[in-house]
C-alpha cells in the first residue's frame, strides 16, 4: 500500500488506533512515525496514558491549562484501575472533576469499578452503583455480580443477573449463580429447580448444582458410533496416510498440515467419521477439534482418552497425585500432544516453562532436563505431576487454588487468597483472569470425567464445595 501511494494518514490512524484498542502501544507507537508530527501528538499522548497512567495523568491534572484527549484519558485511568486500584482510587475524584461531563464521570466510574472488582474490593460496589444502568453492558454486570458474590450481597447478585441480557441471562453459569443467589436470600425451592434444570448440561457449573442438591454426578454418555467401512475408505486416501507417517517420525506440525488438506477434500456426510481417525491414530487435538466443530461433545469413551498408561502411573506413584485429575490436567494443557509449544514459553505436554521445570527437577532430586527433554511425554508428564503436587502442597491442599497457580503462576494465585474463607466456587468466579477462570473449571471437570470413566461410578465430588482460605 504505501508503495502504491495508498497508505494515507487517515488510514496510518486507523491502524494506531486499532493497535491502541488492543494494548499494542509499541507497535502504535513504530507505526505512528510515519505520520507527521501535528499528527502523531495525539495518538502519541494516548500510549503515554496506557503505557504510563499514574505520571501521565498526573502531569495532566498538575497542569490545568493542559487539553487531553478525554478518551485518552479514560484509557490511562481504566489500565491504572487495573494495575493500580489504590492509586486509582486516590486520582478518582480529581480525574472525574476534570474530565466534566456525567457521562465521562460514569465512564471513570465503571472503569474503577471493573479495577476494584478484579481486585476482590469491596469499594468496587460503590462505583458501580455510580454507573448508570445503560452504561453496564454484559462484561460489567458480569463484573458486579462477581463482587457482589465476593461481599455475600446475594440481593444484589440477583438483581444484577436479572438486568443482564436474555442469552447471557440463560447461560448455565448465570442460571447456576441465579440458582445460589436464591439459595443466599433463603427461596431454597426456587435454588433447587435452578439447579435441578441444568443438571443434564454436563460441565463444572452442572456439577456443582448436583453437589449442592446432594446428588451424585454422572456424566451423560452420548456414543458417537464410527462407521468402520467409512472411517478405513478415509484412512486410504494419500493425505491421511502422509498426515499418518509424519505423526509417527514426530512431525506433528506437517501432519496436522496434511491432514487438514485431506480433510477439506473429503465429502460433507464423511467428515464426522474422520474423528475416530484421528482418534485411533493419537491425534487428540485433532479428534477433539473436529468433535467441537460438530457440536460432538459427549462421546467421553473417544474424546477422554487414556495414553502414556505408564508414564501416568510412574508419576502418580511418585508424586501421589490424584490420576483422574492428572489426566484433566494434561489434557486440558495440551490434549496429550507432547511436541506443542505456547507463544509464552510452555513446553511439551504438561505446558511446563523450562524455568519451572528445572527447579521441580532440583526439588525433587530428578534429572534436570533440557529444554527438548520437555517433549519428551515421560519427562514432561513427571515433572508436570511434580509440580502440581509442591502447588498442592503450596496452597494448602485447596485445588482450585493449586490450578489457578498451575495456569497463572504461584504469585498471582497467592495474591488473589481471601483475607477469611470463602466459598471455592465464588472464589473460582472471581479469578480474574478469564483464561485461568476457565481452566481451574474445565480441569475440575475433566478430572470428573476421567475419575467416572476410571470408577465406572457416579461421582460426588464433595471437596468442591469446601471453601478456600481456610
Request: overall charge negative; glycine content about 6%; charged content about 25%.
Amino acid at each position: 500500500l504505501r508503495a502504491q501511494g495508498a497508505m494515507t494518514n487517515e488510514l496510518i490512524e486507523q491502524r494506531v488506533g486499532l493497535l491502541l484498542d488492543n494494548g499494542e502501544t509499541g507497535f502504535a507507537r513504530t507505526i505512528t512515525r510515519r505520520l507527521p508530527p501535528e499528527r502523531a501528538s495525539r495518538l502519541i499522548e494516548r500510549a503515554d496514558f496506557i503505557d504510563r497512567p499514574a505520571p501521565t495523568l498526573d502531569a495532566w491534572l498538575a497542569s490545568p491549562e493542559r487539553s487531553a484527549d478525554i478518551a485518552a484519558v479514560r484509557d490511562g485511568f481504566a489500565q491504572l484501575a487495573r494495575v493500580a486500584p489504590d492509586a486509582a482510587l486516590d486520582r478518582f475524584a480529581a480525574v472525574a472533576a476534570r474530565a466534566g461531563s456525567e457521562a465521562e464521570a460514569a465512564e471513570l466510574s465503571l472503569g474503577l469499578a471493573l479495577g476494584l472488582a478484579w481486585d476482590r474490593r469491596s469499594e468496587a460496589l460503590d462505583y458501580f452503583a455510580r454507573v448508570p444502568e445503560p452504561a453496564l453492558d454484559d462484561t460489567a454486570r458480569a463484573w458486579q455480580a462477581r463482587a457482589a458474590m465476593w461481599a455475600g450481597d446475594w440481593e444484589l447478585v440477583a438483581a444484577v443477573i436479572a438486568a443482564m441480557s436474555e442469552p447471557v441471562r440463560a447461560q448455565v453459569a448465570w442460571r447456576y449463580w441465579a440458582a445460589r443467589a436464591a439459595a443466599g436470600r433463603g427461596l431454597q425451592a426456587d435454588a433447587e429447580a435452578e439447579y435441578g434444570a441444568i443438571l443434564d448440561t454436563d460441565n463444572y457449573y452442572s456439577a456443582m448444582a448436583a453437589t449442592r442438591l446432594g446428588k451424585r454426578v454422572e456424566p451423560r454418555q452420548m456414543p458417537f458410533p464410527p462407521d468402520a467401512a467409512a472411517i478405513d475408505a478415509i484412512a486410504m486416501r494419500a493425505p491421511f496416510q502422509r498426515a499418518r507417517e509424519l505423526s509417527l517420525v514426530g512431525l506433528r506440525n506437517l501432519a496436522t498440515v496434511e491432514w487438514q488438506y485431506g480433510y477439506a477434500e473429503l465429502p460433507e456426510d464423511a467428515r464426522p467419521q474422520a474423528i475416530h481417525l484421528a482418534a485411533r491414530w493419537e491425534l487428540y487435538d485433532v479428534a477433539v477439534a473436529t468433535a467441537t466443530s460438530f457440536g460432538i461433545f459427549n462421546d467421553y469413551e473417544l474424546l477422554y482418552p487414556r495414553p502414556y498408561h505408564d508414564e501416568i502411573v510412574a508419576a502418580v506413584k511418585l508424586t501421589d497425585v490424584d490420576r483422574a485429575l492428572l489426566y484433566g490436567m494434561l489434557r486440558q494443557e495440551s490434549l496429550f500432544r507432547p511436541d506443542v509449544a505456547s507463544p509464552a514459553g510452555a513446553l511439551g505436554v504438561a505446558q511446563l516453562s523450562y524455568t519451572t521445570a528445572r527447579a521441580t527437577a532440583q526439588r525433587w532430586q530428578l534429572p534436570v532436563p533440557k529444554r527438548t527433554d520437555l517433549f519428551d511425554a515421560d519427562v514432561g508428564i513427571t515433572l508436570g505431576a511434580a509440580h502440581l503436587a509442591d502447588l498442592l502442597v503450596q496452597f494448602d491442599a485447596e485445588l482450585p487454588a493449586a490450578l489457578g497457580a498451575y495456569n497463572a503462576g504461584d504469585a498471582a494465585a497467592a495474591r488473589w487468597l481471601p483475607p477469611k474463607p470463602i466459598d471455592s466456587d465464588v472464589w473460582i468466579e472471581n479469578i480474574p483472569y478469564d483464561e485461568t477462570r476457565a481452566y481451574v473449571r474445565r480441569v475440575l471437570w475433566h478430572s470428573l470425567v476421567f475419575a467416572w470413566l476410571e470408577t465406572g461410578r457416579a461421582q460426588h465430588p464433595r471437596s468442591w464445595l469446601e471453601k478456600i482460605g481456610k
